[in-house]
């Protein structure tokens, strides 16, 4: 597409694991063949269970795994196995918030130090207008200017998770990938750090990748849903769609598997999947999703399911994806 | 009523820090009748694991229990003896944790893990124990168990370990089970199963639950009563199905509200997060009164200085709040 921020086309990141003395060495396929777009001011939902090639993926896009195989675009920068990124270029696009606020702050530098490094590197150094940024900066996500000179450990969980989007965002980039920024915070602080995202995204015109497994924050926040299992996509599509129609088995069984005590949720308990996702060393034959799925059939040992449209947007890799609804 | 199986009463759990002693858990009370699953939730830090840890007489320093009773089925046991609490472990009260990787014995295969309950608790010698730990096995649906008794934990998945984790508590068919977030480490689709495992094992051996969380959608999915707990003390405690519909306590309301629940955006559209302000106080600051106030959007004076009294709700449970009613 060609008014995408960021399109991923058959992108894939291959791993060598083991040694050829013991074993052999194999092909851990942690991302096999992903296509995606993401368009200017949009938030894609990724979601899928550990081990399903979430994070590998986000590595990828933020430029830090070379892809095995396939091509992405990035805001008009072609990345490929062979044409690596201008990482300098990278940042000032793409930036990310880490799951762990804890680990994802260095503990010896104030907050001030952590927001105006990235603006010093690319080129900043103007101190007036550096000062000015990150005052600037922390008033958006909601700290006091004299609260620059402290140190990560003066701070609580969600003031910490805010200095990781303001770090993220002081260079103005134009995608955010958003991985697990929740999970790690308490219960009672997670609904102003969700409120403060999507504020934030109103007012930069941000794109975000929200990668979560709490499905109701990725209804809440998402535009689209991709939901991933072994290294694919499995389905993809606009939030109602997926959460209101979805097509997978193992969407469905996802969407199953949350505590519902307001029974609003579309899908009955009934869709549960049976067992574990396998490795990603060795996949089942045919629909990975196989092994765990109450539809299954002989045809998906067979074959794996073609990606085909249910609806427009609305793909799902499933050979019965016809027949649910 | 008859007696109930597990009584605590005025429960009080010292913490002793630099020449200072805290009261991490005070006042709290609650009661769970013979194969009943009651759940305690609660964000981090409230108190509620080391509420598990005292019934299970596992309270070590800096932690110790400053006062209130805890009766099993007629009998005080929080002041019994190490040696008769060690046989009441596992025996009549048993225990899961949240991550199986750690409370499993590393250099020991699970089927000898499970095995040891049999000859500990009950005198069988160690053949016809594992026998019974294949039994086991098979009844946590641990696939080919013949071939996994001989199993490491770290050769297992995640569930599979946490599975493992159930057989040997429910082995000697404990009356209850204290399980303490024991999905959180694991990924939704499997958590769906463990609880479900859970539930149906204790139904069918009559074993009541006491279930730790910090879910409160999935222990009101579970459990028939709950109790919510903030900053050390029982603000609110009630019918599951009630909870949700009624909640009595600020904080109670608060939470819910605050989380994005599935199917609400398809049903309202999208409604920005009601947040709860502030943070969870620490143990050194809890505030006088009712340590919610500084974070309430209902407090008066008299919540600053008087804390308040637990007050019967109409049907049944109690509730912590001076503006109730």
Known sequence: ?325 | MTTPLLKVDNLRIALAGDGVTYNAVENVSFEIGRGEAFGLVGESGCGKSITALSVMGLLRRPLSLAGGRIVLDGQEIQNVSAAEMRRLRGKRIAMIFQEPMTALNPLSPVGKQIAEMFVLHQGANWNEAMDRAEEALRQVRVPSPERRIKDYPHQLSGGMRQRVMIAIALACGPDLLVADEPTTALDVTVQAEIIDLMAELCAAKGTAILMISHDLGLVANMCKRVAVMYAGRIVESQVADSIFARPSHPYTQGLIDSLPRLGERARRGRQKLREISGVVPSIANYPAGCRFNPRCSAVTDVCRTVVPEATPLPAEGVVRCHHHG
């Open chain 1, 1 to 325: 597409m060609a008014d995408a921020l960021l399109s991923l086309d058959d992108l894939a990141v291959h791993f060598k694991v083991g040694n050829s003395f013991a074993g052999g060495i194999k092909t851990l396929k942690a991302v096999d063949g992903v296509t995606l777009d993401v368009k200017p001011g949009e938030c894609l939902g990724l979601v899928g269970e550990s081990g399903c090639g979430k994070s590998t993926l986000a590595l990828a896009i933020m430029g830090l795994l070379p892809p095995t195989r396939g091509t992405m675009n990035v805001d008009g920068q072609q990345i490929s196995g062979s044409t690596p990124p201008d990482r300098m270029k990278m940042a000032r696009t793409v930036q990310m918030v880490f799951q762990d606020p804890y680990a994802s702050l260095n503990p010896r530098q104030t907050v001030r130090r952590t927001l105006a490094d990235p603006l010093r590197l690319h080129g900043i150094t103007d101190k007036a207008e550096v000062e000015a940024r990150v005052i600037e900066m922390m008033a958006k996500v909601g700290l006091r200017p004299e609260q620059a000179d402290r140190y990560p450990h003066e701070f609580s969980g969600g003031q910490r998770q805010r200095i990781g989007i303001a770090r993220a965002l002081i260079l103005k980039p134009k995608l955010v990938l958003c991985d697990e920024p929740v999970s790690a915070l308490d219960v009672s602080i997670r609904a102003q750090i969700i409120n403060l995202l999507l504020e934030l995204k109103d007012e930069m015109g941000l794109a975000y990748i929200m990668i979560s497994h709490d499905l109701g924050v990725v209804e809440h926040v998402s535009d689209r849903v991709a939901v991933m299992y072994l290294g694919r996509i499995v389905e993809q599509g606009g939030w109602q769609e997926i959460f209101e129609n979805p097509r997978h088995p193992y969407t469905r069984a996802l969407i199953a598997a949350i505590p519902d005590p307001f029974h609003r949720a579309a899908i009955s308990a009934d869709a549960k999947a049976r067992g574990e996702i396998a490795s990603a060393l060795n996949p089942p034959p045919g629909c990975h999703f196989n092994p765990r799925c109450p539809l299954k059939a002989d045809i998906c040992t067979a074959e794996y399911p073609a990606f085909g449209e249910v609806a427009p947007g609305h793909r799902a890799a499933c050979h019965f994806r016809d027949r649910m609804s």
